[in-house]
């Protein structure tokens, strides 16, 4: 995300993991709906 770690101190820690969190599931998301046609939800992400 570019952001080093006293910028992530000095904002929301969630907000920037569930931001970077979701950008993850819409990229993982996109991949395998291209290579699959399936869908994976953020229940099931074994990286989460």
């Known amino acids: 995300m570019g952001l080093s770690p006293f910028e992530i101190k000095k904002r929301d820690y969630r907000e920037v993991l569930e931001l970077y969190v ?3 599931i819409h990229l993982n ?3 395998r709906k ?5 869908w994976v939800s ?3 992400a074994t990286w989460y």
């Open 34 to 38: 291209e290579n699959t046609g399936t």
């Open 22 to 24: 979701q950008t993850i």
């Open 42 to 44: 953020s229940k099931n």
């Open 29 to 31: 998301n996109k991949n």
